[in-house]
């Protein structure tokens, strides 16, 4: 019965990850693959297991994070949306709280990347975060709505032993 168990639970787990990654785009599973020091992971993990709400039309403060040679770093930022997108300007926050635009940071987006993506989804956000983009730099860049994750509600709660919830028929 203990194989069984142990054979069902590591087919479910398989699964999972073949889903998992067949939700993530080539450039997604490209960088996990590599490994990722730094903030991006802890975001990308929580926003992928929690979700997030609908992100509503309006300007947003946002984490921007940035992936340079398996390196990643995050900065305070703000976005538009409108419809359910990302639009122009991306701001990003100094230390003395203004923002600037973020193309002082990135001249732009990448000329050939870009022109392999659907323009119809290119700025979609899914689960609190916009798609990995590749800049001119040849910098990752993503955004996440902080602000609208999923409340985190723990892990799954463990049943106890049948003897005990099983009582006498109850």
Same mark, same amino acid.
């Given at each position: 019965?203990?194989? %069984?168990?142990?054979?069902? %639970?590591?087919? *479910?787990?398989?699964?999972?990850?073949? /889903?998992?990654?067949?939700?993530?785009?080539?450039?997604? %599973?490209?960088?996990?693959?590599?490994?990722?020091?730094?903030?991006?992971?802890?975001?990308?993990?929580?926003?992928?297991?929690?979700?997030? *709400?609908?992100?509503?039309?309006?300007?947003?403060?946002?984490?921007?994070?940035?992936?340079?040679?398996?390196?990643?770093?995050?900065? *305070? /930022?703000? #976005?538009?949306?409108?419809?359910?997108? #990302?639009?122009?300007? %991306?701001?990003?926050?100094?230390?003395?709280?203004?923002?600037?635009?973020?193309?002082?940071?990135?001249?732009?987006?990448?000329?050939?990347?870009?022109?392999?993506?659907?323009? /119809?989804?290119?700025?979609? #956000?899914?689960?609190?975060?916009?798609?990995?983009?590749?800049?001119?730099?040849?910098?990752?860049?993503?955004?996440?709505?902080?602000?609208?994750?999923?409340?985190?509600?723990?892990?799954?709660?463990?049943?106890?032993?049948?003897?005990?919830?099983?009582?006498?028929?109850?």
């Amino acid at each position: 019965m203990k194989k %069984l168990l142990f054979l069902a %639970l590591t087919i *479910m787990v398989i699964g999972s990850v073949k /889903a998992q990654k067949s939700a993530m785009s080539e450039d997604e %599973l490209s960088i996990f693959s590599t490994g990722i020091e730094g903030c991006y992971t802890n975001y990308y993990i929580a926003f992928h297991e929690r979700g997030a *709400m609908e992100v509503p039309d309006g300007e947003h403060e946002t984490v921007l994070v940035v992936i340079n040679q398996g390196r990643s770093k995050c900065y *305070m /930022a703000k #976005i538009n949306v409108v419809d359910g997108k #990302i639009t122009a300007p %991306l701001t990003v926050q100094k230390e003395d709280g203004a923002f600037v635009p973020a193309a002082r940071m990135f001249k732009g987006l990448d000329d050939e990347w870009e022109a392999k993506q659907d323009p /119809a989804t290119l700025n979609q #956000i899914t689960d609190g975060m916009s798609r990995l983009f590749k800049s001119e730099e040849g910098y990752w860049l993503r955004v996440f709505f902080h602000t609208f994750i999923a409340p985190d509600h723990g892990g799954n709660k463990v049943a106890p032993p049948a003897s005990e919830l099983l009582k006498n028929g109850e």
